[in-house]
């Protein structure tokens, strides 16, 4: 089945740095997600990319659908203490509307 | 942004119970919702899709009988674990597209004791 690798698993960084995750995939994606999901919470949207190539900001994160419609990068500039969370990356495909999620990167910030 | 609703937020039952969880898609409709589980420090796995007016698609794995699911309006999908067990416990998210995206419900914590 589809399978989505994110890496890396977990950074441990100081306030004020920069971040950069990553999904890698063998299959397509139509679509990839990038959600924050908090200690107990349900997963909260931050970027939506549809297109191959597609570059797309949201304050200080910038996310980029990959050329080749397989990868995706998540980038948090100028981290904050409230940045702590864990990351999904999840690509659809198709119509169905269902979503394949990356393992999860988990994110602290050391203030 | 579009808002997912769950309920109830946390169940504690016992072995052999029957736990309904309810989803609700706030201010649109939703003819398709998906169920996840997710156990601690994991990702979210796919359950089933919740179909407004037809049977749900259950994936590889998931017992259907055991996992009922109703889509019973265009704003109300039902999940029930039925005869639960311990091994059953898990926290249970929703999740319902938009012609844009997909958002997600704030999830239930479930504890079959």
């Known amino acids: 089945g589809q399978q989505l690798n994110q890496s890396p698993q977990s950074m441990f960084i100081q306030e004020g740095e920069d971040v950069s995750m990553n999904c890698t995939s063998s299959?397509?994606?139509?679509?990839w997600l990038w959600y924050k999901q908090d200690p107990g919470e349900g997963p909260v949207l931050l970027i939506a990319?549809?297109?191959?190539?597609e570059l797309t900001s949201n304050g200080r994160l910038t996310a980029q659908f990959g050329i080749t419609r397989k990868d995706s990068f998540l980038n948090i500039s100028a981290s904050i203490p409230s940045d702590v969370g864990i990351y999904f990356c999840?690509?659809?495909?198709?119509?169905?509307?269902?979503?394949?999620f990356g393992q999860g990167t988990t994110l602290q910030v050391k203030p | 942004g579009a808002v997912v609703s769950q309920h109830p937020s946390r169940v504690i039952c016992k072995s052999g119970t029957s736990v309904k969880i309810e989803c609700r898609s706030l201010?649109?409709?939703?003819?398709?919702m998906f169920w996840y589980r997710q156990f601690p420090k994991q990702s979210l796995m796919l359950m089933a899709t919740?179909?407004?007016?037809?049977?749900?698609?259950?994936e590889q794995g998931v017992e259907k009988d055991k996992f009922l699911i109703n889509h019973a309006s265009l704003t109300l999908s039902t999940l029930t674990v039925t005869s639960a067990h311990p091994e059953d416990s898990s926290f249970y998210i929703c999740?319902?597209?938009?012609?844009?995206?997909?958002?997600f419900g704030p999830g239930t914590r479930l504890l079959v004791l």
């Open positions: 999740s319902a597209p938009t012609r844009e995206t997909q958002y």
């Open positions: 299959s397509i994606f139509n679509t």
């Open positions: 990319l549809y297109k191959a190539g």
């Open positions: 999840a690509g659809g495909t198709g119509n169905t509307g269902k979503l394949i």
């Open positions: 201010d649109f409709q939703a003819t398709t």
């Open positions: 919740s179909n407004e007016g037809s049977k749900a698609t259950y």
